[in-house]
Antibody, heavy 130, light 108 residues
Framework: QVQLVESGGGVVQPGRSLRLSCAAS????????MHWVRQAPGKGLEWVAV????????YYADSVKGRFTISRDNSKNTLYLQMNSLRAEDTAVYYC???????????????????????WGKGTTVTVSS | EIVLTQSPGTLSLSPGERATLSCRAS???????LAWYQQKPGQAPRILIY???SRATGIPDRFSGSGSGTDFTLTISRLEPEDFAVYYC?????????FGQGTKLEIK
């Protein structure tokens, strides 16, 4: 079945770095964009970043722009989030989520499209604290 | 950036009652690219509604979505015990793909 499994969370000091991973299975990873969404303790959902199916197009929330980098390795069916210069306010559960827009490998797409998130992982917890 | 404001913050109802949740956008959401998610404690969110009014696979027909432009509504026709959760709206008309702050649906 379609599954996303995040890993790499932990406790890290302010200013340090951490890399999250999201292993995908049960679908053709390279045909879909992927998102990271986070949720601070007791708070709502915050969209963090998205990457296109081919890894070329990326968007970030202003709160993480310049500090976080989203990437993917389609040969390994894995999504990443490199988090640098971490702050206390980055403390959250980080979810990876599959975008629902399907890119046919043989199709021509003049633009990148992002739709709703139809599959979510269980999340990995990042705590930024000294 | 499109800001989504959900109301009410908390809704207290009993099983069998009808729930109406609102999501208002600070500017028009293009092509009704508005989704609703359900989140239960300790779980990841789950997609309920996309395109403002289309139910996702496996979602019971007691869940319905409506609206366009800046005003959207999620309706649960007859509440079941498993429906008590937090509900989020999200727009995917353009980056940043913002969420509302959520509505907590609690048992009265």
């Amino acid at each position: 079945q379609v599954q996303l499994v995040e890993s790499g969370g932990g406790v890290v000091q302010p200013g340090r770095s951490l890399r999250l991973s999201c292993a995908a299975s049960g679908f053709t990873f390279s045909n879909y964009g992927m998102h990271w969404v986070r949720q601070a303790p007791g708070k709502g959902l915050e969209w963090v970043a998205v990457i296109s199916y081919d890894g070329i197009n990326k968007y970030y929330a202003d709160s993480v722009k310049g500090r976080f980098t989203i990437s993917r390795d389609n040969s390994k069916n894995t999504l990443y989030l490199q988090m640098n210069s971490l702050r206390a306010e980055d403390t959250a559960v980080y979810y990876c989520a599959k975008d629902s827009y399907y890119y046919d490998s043989s199709g021509y797409y003049p633009s990148y499209y992002y739709y709703y998130m139809d599959v979510w992982g269980k999340g990995t917890t990042v705590t930024v604290s000294s | 950036e499109i800001v989504l404001t959900q109301s009410p913050g908390t809704l207290s109802l009993s099983p069998g009652e009808r729930a109406t949740l609102s999501c208002r956008a600070s500017q028009s959401v293009s092509s009704s690219y508005l989704a609703w998610y359900q989140q239960k404690p300790g779980q990841a969110p789950r997609i309920l509604i996309y395109g403002a009014s289309s139910r996702a696979t496996g979602i019971p027909d007691r869940f319905s979505g409506s609206g366009s432009g800046t005003d959207f509504t999620l309706t649960i026709s007859r509440l079941e015990p498993e429906d008590f959760a937090v509900y989020y709206c999200q727009q995917y008309g353009g980056s940043p793909y913002t969420f509302g702050q959520g509505t907590k649906l609690e048992i009265k």
